[in-house]
């Protein structure tokens, strides 16, 4: 999809303040500071729309994006994250998981995991939530310029053995400064979404 117009268009903690145009939805999740606001910069083409924060546990609502009047992308707060009051943890989790088990409009969910470790507890639990829900999952490996491009292999299968992937299909090595990684993300976007080849 060739990005021109984005707007953040609200910051909701409760489904009551969702959009409500009828846009197909496509989620960001992951761990704090993964890269999810990098992803989502670089998917937009704008340098630091998104904000990306040295501080992990920094987004703390859900983010709606309107992406060229056609579908939102939606930033979900990191998980992982210890230095956020257990009770804070708690309610995220609950918002979050409101958000993805009844959201009538969620095509998708983009789970980022950094490339660079092998996925963490958290990074399993929300991949096994995510699969238990059935939720359409695309894994992206952000971060993948800090590897070797002859270990991205042994990348792929280290994450797909560790969360027990069906395939290798659904994983995208992703580099934000070297942009790689961007179509493959944006094609499984537009076929969730759209339903295009």
């Known amino acids: 999809m060739q990005v021109n117009h984005v707007e953040l268009v609200m910051s909701a903690v409760d489904p009551v303040q969702y959009p409500t145009t009828g846009y197909p939805e496509i989620a960001l999740v992951g761990r704090s500071n993964v890269g999810k606001s990098s992803l989502t910069n670089v998917l937009i083409n704008r340098n630091s729309y998104a904000r990306t924060s040295s501080q992990p546990g ?11 009047d056609q579908l939102y992308f939606v930033d979900v707060p990191g998980y992982g994250y210890a230095k956020v009051s257990k009770s804070e943890r708690e309610k995220w989790g609950q918002m979050i998981e409101t958000y993805l088990t009844q959201r009538d409009q969620l095509r998708g969910v983009v789970s980022l995991i950094d490339a660079r470790h092998a996925p963490t507890e958290a990074d399993v639990t929300m991949y096994q939530w995510l699969a238990y829900y059935e939720i359409p999952t695309l894994i992206v490996a952000t971060k993948a310029d800090k590897i070797a491009r002859g270990k991205w292999n042994q990348t792929v299968s280290q994450i797909k053995k560790t969360l027990n992937l069906p395939n290798t299909d659904n994983i995208v090595m992703f580099s934000a400064p070297k942009k790689s990684g961007k179509d493959d993300v944006w094609n499984w976007i537009e076929q969730q979404a759209f339903g295009e080849e």
Do not use: H, P, W
Request: hydrophobic residues 25%.
């Open 58 to 68: 920094k987004t703390q609502t859900l983010n709606f994006y309107n992406v060229e």
